[in-house]
Nanobody, 121 residues
Framework: QVQLVESGGGLVQPGGSLRLSCTTSGIRFSIATMAWYRQAPGKQRESVATITSGGSTNYVDSVEGRFTISRDNTKSTVYLQMNSLKPEDTAVYYC???????????????WGQGTHVTVSS
């Protein structure tokens, strides 16, 4: 059974920081492409940051320089460090994996349940 479990969301003041974690199980994490998406109220879900199995990263322009995605293959966990948070960062943040199941090679898309991030004074 595949699980992507996010944690670390919450309420933070503008300019503050949060670190999101996504712990996975059931997938071949070390060769998976991992990403964080977000969906704000009334808006479409957007990709925020991506990290490949080789450690290459990519960010949406609006978070470049403020957010950092990283991974720990020993813990099957991906992180999103969010600094200098702005009210417009308020959204539900979802963990995403493009991964194969254990003992398989076919890659599929998997999603976590989401964690709320609210940036407000």
């Amino acid at each position: 059974q595949v699980q992507l479990v996010e944690s670390g969301g919450g309420l933070v003041q503008p300019g503050g920081s949060l670190r999101l974690s996504c712990t996975t199980s059931g997938i071949r994490f070390s060769i998976a492409t991992m990403a964080w998406y977000r969906q704000a109220p009334g808006k479409q879900r957007e990709s925020v940051a991506t990290i490949t199995s080789g450690g290459s990263t990519n960010y949406v322009d609006s978070v470049e320089g403020r957010f950092t995605i990283s991974r720990d293959n020993t813990k099957s966990t991906v992180y999103l460090q969010m600094n200098s948070l702005k009210p417009e960062d308020t959204a539900v943040y979802y963990c995403y994996a493009r991964a194969a199941l254990l003992m398989e090679s076919t890659r599929r898309d998997y999603w976590g349940q989401g964690t709320h991030v609210t940036v407000s004074s």
